[in-house]
């Protein structure tokens, strides 16, 4: 399980989740089993420890 650590960073990698960058800049994460969208997020860079799209990992849907 992913962890924040208070020190800028994340320890391990947020599953079931997936992010893309949207045409405007801003970062949208997508849940991988549901496929509905989740969170947007406008600040600069991604999210912190979410595979980016496509990831090239098979995931359980399950």
Same mark, same amino acid.
């Given at each position: 399980?992913?962890?924040?650590? @208070? *020190?800028?960073? &994340?320890? @391990?990698? =947020?599953?079931? &989740?997936?992010?893309?960058?949207?045409?405007?800049? #801003?970062?949208? *994460?997508?849940?991988? &089993?549901? @496929?509905?969208?989740?969170?947007? *997020? #406008? +600040?600069?860079?991604?999210?912190?420890? =979410?595979?980016?799209?496509? #990831?090239?990992? #098979?995931?359980?849907? +399950?």
């Amino acid at each position: 399980m992913a962890t924040n650590t @208070g *020190k800028g960073h &994340r320890q @391990g990698a =947020v599953t079931g &989740r997936t992010q893309f960058q949207q045409p405007n800049g #801003d970062w949208q *994460k997508r849940d991988e &089993r549901t @496929g509905h969208f989740m969170e947007r *997020k #406008d +600040s600069p860079g991604p999210f912190k420890g =979410v595979a980016k799209e496509p #990831d090239g990992r #098979d995931t359980k849907n +399950s």
